[in-house]
């Protein structure tokens, strides 16, 4: 079975420029979550879709950030403009039941 | 809000030495439990996972966990560390089947 794959891996920008994440979750995985990692700090959830719909977005920073999730299979995250506090490891995971297959995540870093 | 604390920021121990990892958490509802794993260089994997039943819970690699409810706790144990158990854990909760919080981590490094 093939796991969730992400891209890029590492991404570095200067701030107040603009980035995108992909991620492709494991096949027939309803449920697809995006979260932010702060180096020394466990992941935070920023976005839970079910199918192509948002379940919660409630710690999605909606100023800059933004996700879509187009025919209920592959999602994007944007950060725009990035800001140097938004360095961090962004994690995507996908579920079919109650617990939740990470991707490698896409490591950012703003200058 | 819920929030998971693990007590242990680093635990650096020798091969064959006991590892115990405690993991505290703030809610009182139903809660399902988990221990994730991250090796250097890899991605985060289940280590195990509570929902009901049993609270002992054996995980892969020879690690355990125990839910003790009175306590709000879900410590992680292996009897006996190898090198290659060197990753970081992280103990990480979700609420009525809600989102998972996950705790800050805790880095073990297991010298040979």
């Known amino acids: 079975e093939a796991g969730v794959a992400q891209s890029p891996r590492y991404k570095i920008i200067e701030k107040r420029q603009s980035v995108a994440f992909w991620c492709n979750p494991i096949s027939g995985h309803a449920t697809l979550y995006w979260y932010q990692q702060i180096l020394g700090q466990g992941p935070k959830l920023l976005i839970q879709?079910?199918?192509?719909?948002?379940?919660?977005d409630s710690q999605l920073p909606k100023d800059r950030f933004s996700a879509e999730r187009l025919k209920g299979v592959d999602s994007t995250l944007k950060i725009q403009p990035a800001k140097l506090e938004d360095s961090a490891v962004y994690l995507c995971a996908s579920s079919l039941g109650p617990w939740e297959f990470f991707g490698p995540g896409t490591r950012l870093t703003v200058l | 809000a819920q929030s998971v604390s693990q007590h242990n920021h680093h635990v650096i121990l020798s091969e064959a030495a006991s590892l115990e990892l405690g993991c505290n958490y703030s809610?009182?509802?139903?809660?399902?439990l988990f221990w994730y794993v991250q090796y250097p260089g890899q991605h985060l994997q289940l280590l195990l996972k509570y929902f009901s039943g049993d609270p002992l819970v054996k995980g892969i690699k020879g690690f355990e966990a125990e839910f003790i409810k009175s306590k709000f706790s879900f410590n992680l144990r292996k009897p006996s560390v190898q090198w290659s158990d060197t990753a970081e854990y992280f103990c990480?909760?979700?609420?009525?089947?809600?989102?998972?919080?996950f705790g800050a981590g805790t880095t073990v490094t297991v010298r040979a």
């Open positions: 879709f079910q199918n192509n719909g948002v379940v919660d």
């Open positions: 809610y009182g509802g139903t809660v399902n």
């Open positions: 990480a909760v979700k609420v009525d089947d809600y989102k998972l919080s």
